[in-house]
Structure formats: structure tokens, C-alpha cells
């Protein structure tokens, strides 16, 4: 299989395909992710996203139809989650600014000031014009939460419609699989213990042709007055979301799907989110408590604990 190792979005990518024009397809996939980056990213002031979020409270702006789509998709998912999942979280990412160096613990002032503008009902959708309005000046949407999945799936269907039978796509913590392995029957994704160093595996999960995301409080945080403070923020409270999650990691069809439920049961308790996910069809998950306890949902039958 041909490979392509890239950094974009502040991760490591990986692309593998088997594929007599894989050179070709792959050199195609890189400048997806780098088109999507240049209009999606909430990091940089000349994207399209950020022009949305520059004109909040003045006017709407129309976006191309695929960031339109996931905005849609992201709001509906904001509304139905009672913001569980939130894409207007973006002032709160950048209060605090976890996974920068220059991250900070706001004060309470400030969070409390930044959610005001946390509103997703304050979002405006125009479909016939394909317009995106944000009614309160200083809002601010973020993709972060559901992006890569989206990409990933993309990158996929790319794949998939130029003959690819076998390849992986790995956005750093998004594993989305195409087939299976030229040698053997499964693919093994592995899952990170949670409070050792990276690339220790609590365990690996085999599945051919699904995704694999997983969120935990170990990948971007900080130390303040020796209390850590992660990077997945409760749109509620302003503050990293309090619980006793430690991972939780999503096997779906779709990578976007793993990206949503990942986020939303971040916010619940852990057997609560076993039991949400259990009547969802075609999503299992494994859940890491911050005692290290492992919790799965009734599906998830091809997980192999070491």
C-alpha cells in the first residue's frame, strides 16, 4: 500500500490506499484536506468560516454548499443535544485557547461574558441563498467538534469512487477504514490507556470498512495549581466538562456520526451515555472512566482488552 504522512489541523495525518494510481489519488486527497483547512478552519481570519463568524451581529454571508452542509447538520445536532454538542462554542475555545501555548484559566468573569454569545438558536440558515447569520456580535462558530470526521468521510467517498478496496484514513484520533487489510480479515485500531504516554494501548478494536473516533480529556489540556484543565468544554458552564469520562471512543459507518457522540456523551454520566448509545443502531462504543474502569455498549463485541 502507498502512504502520505501530513501535518495539517494541528495533527498528524496518515493516508494509505492500495491502488495501481495511488501516488495520483493520494497527491489529490492531500489538497482536499488543505482546501478544506484554507475555508473551514476557525484558526485563521482569511477562511470562510471565519468571514461567517468576522460578521456576526452585521450581516449574513454566503458560504460554499459543503461548509452550508455541515453547518446545518452541526446546528441541528447543537439544537437537538440541548448543546451538549454546541458549534457556537467558539469564543469559549478561544478564552481559554487549550492545545496553544498560550492557554490560560480564564476568570469566572470572562467565561460568563464569552457565554452570552454561546447561543446556537442564534444561528440563522438561509437555504435558498445558502447564507450563514450570527444575530449576536462576538458569536462564533466552530467546526473542531465534527470537522474531521467530515473530512474523513470525504476523503472516502473520494477514494471509493476512483475503484479503492483497501486503505485507511487516520486524522489523528479519526480512523475510517476502507475494506479490509490486504492480509488479513480485520483492521485493528488501537485505543489509548488514558493517563499513560501516547501509543500505550489499553486494547484494540478490529473492524473492516467503519470508523473509529475517540475523544479524551489526555489529548490537549494544561496544568494550573496542579488541577488539569482538558479541552472539551461544557457550553453550560463555560469550564471543561466535569464527570467521570475519561475516553470514549465510537465505532460507526460514518465518521461524522463518531465526532457527534463522542462529543454529546462527554456532558452525561457515563452510564447514562452507555444507555443512549445502546439504542442507536450502528454505533457501539467503549467508555474509560478516569478510574480506569472500561464500560461498553451491547454491540461491541470485537474489542480485545490487554
Not at 75 to 81: E, G, K, P, R, T
Not at 106 to 129: C, F, T
Not at 176 to 205: A, C, F, N, Y
Not at 219 to 229: I, T
Request: with cysteine.
Amino acid at each position: 500500500m502507498k502512504q502520505s504522512v501530513i501535518r495539517l489541523m494541528g495533527t498528524r495525518i496518515t493516508l494509505q490506499i492500495e491502488h495501481p494510481k495511488a501516488e495520483v489519488l493520494l497527491s489529490h486527497a492531500e489538497e482536499m484536506l488543505k482546501d478544506y483547512e484554507r475555508r473551514f478552519s476557525a484558526n485563521d481570519n482569511t477562511s470562510d468560516l471565519m468571514c461567517v463568524n468576522q460578521n456576526a451581529g452585521i450581516q449574513p454571508v454566503q458560504v460554499d454548499e459543503d461548509l452550508f452542509e455541515l453547518i446545518e447538520q452541526a446546528l441541528a445536532v447543537s439544537l437537538s443535544s440541548d448543546s451538549k454538542f454546541n458549534l457556537t462554542i467558539g469564543p469559549l475555545v478561544k478564552l481559554w485557547k487549550i492545545g496553544f501555548k498560550d492557554a490560560q484559566l480564564p476568570s469566572d468573569a470572562e467565561i460568563q461574558e464569552r457565554l452570552q454569545k454561546i447561543q446556537p438558536e442564534n444561528v440563522e440558515l438561509d437555504h435558498e441563498a445558502r447564507t450563514v447569520y450570527l444575530k449576536i456580535p462576538g458569536m462564533e462558530i466552530d467546526l473542531g467538534a465534527i470537522a474531521k470526521g467530515y473530512f474523513a468521510d470525504q476523503l472516502k467517498a473520494y477514494f471509493v469512487s476512483q475503484g479503492v478496496q483497501t486503505g485507511i484514513i487516520d486524522l489523528g484520533g479519526n480512523v475510517l477504514t476502507i475494506g479490509h487489510p490486504l492480509d488479513k480479515e480485520k483492521w485493528t485500531v488501537g485505543i489509548q490507556q488514558p493517563e499513560s504516554k501516547r501509543g500505550q494501548m489499553m486494547g484494540v478494536i478490529e473492524i473492516e470498512g467503519q470508523s473509529v473516533v475517540t475523544s479524551g480529556i489526555y489529548e490537549r489540556y494544561f496544568y494550573k495549581d496542579g488541577r488539569l484543565y482538558h479541552h472539551i468544554l461544557d457550553s453550560k458552564t463555560g469550564y471543561p466538562a466535569e464527570g467521570d469520562i475519561a475516553s470514549i471512543t465510537i465505532v460507526s459507518d460514518q465518521s461524522i456520526d463518531g465526532e457527534i457522540w463522542t462529543t454529546v456523551c462527554f456532558a452525561m454520566a457515563i452510564q447514562q451515555a452507555i444507555a443512549v448509545l445502546n439504542e442507536i443502531p450502528g454505533i457501539e462504543a467503549v467508555i474509560i472512566s478516569k478510574e480506569n474502569e472500561v464500560f461498553k455498549t451491547q454491540r461491541m463485541t470485537h474489542l480485545t482488552l490487554f
